[in-house]
T-cell receptor, first 111, second 114 residues
Framework: KNEVEQSPQNLTAQEGEFITINCSYS?????LHWLQQHPGGGIVSLFM???GKKKHGRLIATINIQEKHSSLHITASHPRDSAVYIC?????????????FGKGMKLTVNP | DGGITQSPKYLFRKEGQNVTLSCEQN?????MYWYRQDPGQGLRLIYY???????QKGDIAEGYSVSREKKESFPLTVTSAQKNPTAFYLC????FGTGYNEQYFGPGTRLTVT
């Protein structure tokens, strides 16, 4: 069983829709990351959170530590939001931190 | 502008040849990481380095080697011992010792071995 599970694996939406991407994890963590990977391959960090909620523009990330679950919400979606969204969790590794990644969720937003 | 550079973006090699992927950062980060990404799989950690002249194996280190002679540089060599080297390789860096740390990623190198 993967330590980080994302759902759905693929999602197609129409421009303007509200989108939710889910991430569940099975181990104790110190932090959770949401990352965005565009078709060219480069990865951008969207959020790092350990509790509660964070908002940046049209993106909102929430985490429930007790339930080991996080969601990434995109309001008023736009075709430029089309990307792979990756959830990753921080695990302790020999005094440093190791990231364990989910497989990612491919989002396509049609105009 | 601070950031991480990886070169080249695309790399083609013949089977049996060693190849070195470059990763440079000017963020003054102590820690650097190499990941491999295959279709349908999450990123997997190959090697990481927390400080100059020191590095540790990640989950899939077999067939790879690294060096960390300078804080800014963490090159990865894919050796002929790596059974399935064709993949997308990502380098990342972070501040070491902050408890939990945000990792900054480079643009990646897509390696194709035929």
């Amino acid at each position: 069983k993967n330590e980080v599970e994302q759902s759905p694996q693929n999602l197609t939406a129409q421009e303007g829709e509200f989108i939710t991407i889910n991430c569940s994890y099975s181990v104790g963590i110190s932090a959770l990351h949401w990352l965005q990977q565009h078709p060219g391959g480069g990865i951008v960090s969207l959020f790092m959170l350990s509790s509660g909620k964070k908002k940046h523009g049209r993106l909102i990330a929430t985490i429930n530590i007790q339930e080991k679950h996080s969601s990434l919400h995109i309001t008023a979606s736009h075709p430029r939001d089309s990307a792979v969204y990756i959830c990753a969790v921080n695990l302790s590794l020999g005094g440093s931190e190791k990231l364990v990644f989910g497989k990612g969720m491919k989002l396509t937003v049609n105009p | 502008d601070g950031g991480i550079t990886q070169s080249p973006k695309y790399l083609f090699r013949k089977e049996g040849q060693n190849v070195t992927l470059s990763c440079e950062q000017n963020l003054n980060h102590d820690a650097m990481y190499w990941y491999r990404q295959d279709p349908g799989q999450g990123l997997r950690l190959i090697y990481y380095s927390q400080i100059v002249n020191d590095f540790q194996k990640g989950d899939i280190a077999e067939g790879y080697s690294v060096s960390r002679e300078k804080k800014e540089s963490f090159p990865l060599t894919v050796t002929s011992a790596q059974k399935n080297p064709t993949a997308f390789y990502l380098c990342a860096s972070s501040i070491f010792g902050t408890g939990y740390n945000e990792q900054y990623f480079g643009p990646g190198t897509r390696l194709t071995v035929t």
